[in-house]
Structures are given as structure tokens and as C-alpha cells.
């Protein structure tokens, strides 16, 4: 009943950019934290970057003055702007969201995944 859907992933070359952009859908009642996470082959997922519904962001080290994560409230949607792409930024990309249902119950959900890869 609620989904999550991204898109704006792709292949990319070192220095270049790319948006990611996240949709969650459904019988939501209020989109509370919206975040991004990454995952490398044979590495865990990490944290990229956290955006609260005031606009609080929280980013990883690697990514700051790279990444900006914003979201738009009415869409509940978040996005992604990574600019200067490192080979090291390749991944599958998650979308994370925890919101409150039309039951008023408060969970955790995440996108289906988007890879990026930076090469040349």
C-alpha cells in the first residue's frame, strides 16, 4: 500500500553529476524522515544522506560539499544532486523513508534500488 519509487540513476563520468529523485506513494499520512543509502558490491549499505520534514539534513563524510539532499512536502518526494562524481560513488542507491500509515502506524520503508556508476 505504500511504495517507493526512484529514478535518475545511471552511467556517469568522473567529475560529472546526476539527480536521484524518490517518490513515496500511497496511504500515507505523514512522510517524516526521507534519506539516501548506498551499497557497493560486496560492501555494506551505508548512509548518504538524511533530510527531516523541517529540512534538517545530515550528511555522510564522503559526500559533504559533493551531495544535497532535498525533499518537497506536498510530493512526498526527495532528491538527490550529486555533483563532482567519484569512482568510488558507485553503487546501488536506496531511498529510505519513515512515515506514518493510514492506520497511524509509524514504519520504515526503502526503494527497490538505482545504480549509479561513475567511470570513465
Known amino acids: 500500500q505504500v511504495q517507493l519509487v526512484e529514478s535518475g540513476g545511471g552511467l556517469v563520468q568522473p567529475g560529472g553529476s546526476l539527480r536521484l529523485t524518490c517518490a513515496a506513494s500511497?496511504?500515507?499520512?505523514?512522510?517524516?524522515?526521507m534519506g539516501w543509502y548506498r551499497q557497493a558490491p560486496g560492501k555494506e549499505r551505508e548512509l548518504v544522506a538524511t533530510?527531516?520534514?523541517?529540512?534538517?539534513?545530515n550528511y555522510s563524510d564522503s559526500v559533504k560539499g559533493r551531495f544535497t539532499i532535498s525533499r518537497d512536502n506536498a510530493k512526498n518526494t526527495v532528491y538527490l544532486q550529486m555533483n563532482n562524481l567519484k569512482p568510488e560513488d558507485t553503487a546501488v542507491y536506496y531511498c529510505?523513508?519513515?512515515?506514518?500509515?493510514?492506520?497511524?502506524?509509524?514504519?520504515?520503508?526503502w526503494g527497490q534500488g538505482t545504480q549509479v556508476t561513475v567511470s570513465s
Open positions: 533530510i527531516t520534514s523541517g529540512e534538517r539534513r
Open positions: 500511497g496511504r500515507i499520512v505523514r512522510v517524516d524522515t
Open positions: 529510505n523513508a519513515n512515515l506514518v500509515k493510514f492506520d497511524y502506524r509509524r514504519s520504515d520503508y
